[in-house]
């Protein structure tokens, strides 16, 4: 029986898949086994750091014999057989054969993330959020990290604010924190 795992807000890429999202060529992922996101946005990491949010189309389950041309071609590869090859690479303690089960997550990207000029220049409040609570954690209070983790989990200022202060236009505190978790993932090249 396969076992079923869960996606949370991140999405790890290898280095070598980077260039291919950003530029469109990738727009898939195909994974080994049942996996589930529990959201429509992700974060993709790739080579320690945050590199787009992207938005999922569709996931889907099945064998990796059922894959057609164009999803393997959308993951960023020609052949079934070369598919096969990398997921072995990357599962090496798994069996990968054409019956095992794979899940293709299709996304598009919504925004990138990073330094120069080919990066988006607004990222959601809760977005930084996330990222500065995976890169920043141990640089920041307990206060601030209490902060992002109300941000991320209400997805808005507002509601954060209503939640931490019973005040809704309270917001002072909330964007205090946000506007340092920016300069210090700008400054360390991170968005």
Known sequence: M???KFIGRHLMVK???AEAILSGRK???IRLGIL???YRELI???GGRPIALVEIEEVAHKKLKDLS????RNDGFDSLDSLIRTLRKLYPRERVDPDS???VIRFHVKNTIGPGENSS???PPAVIARIGLRYLNKELSDRELAILRVLTRTNSIRRAAAELHGDPLNRKEIRSVLRKVHEKLKSRGLI
């Not at 041309?69 to 393997?72: A, G």
């Open 27 to 29: 727009r898939s992922t």
């Open 36 to 38: 589930k996101p529990k």
């Open 121 to 123: 220049v607004e990222l």
């Open 69 to 72: 041309m164009e999803e393997i």
């Open 44 to 46: 993709v990491h790739s």
């Open 101 to 103: 089960m794979v899940t």
């Open 15 to 17: 280095k070598e898949f």
């Open 2 to 4: 396969v076992r079923v």
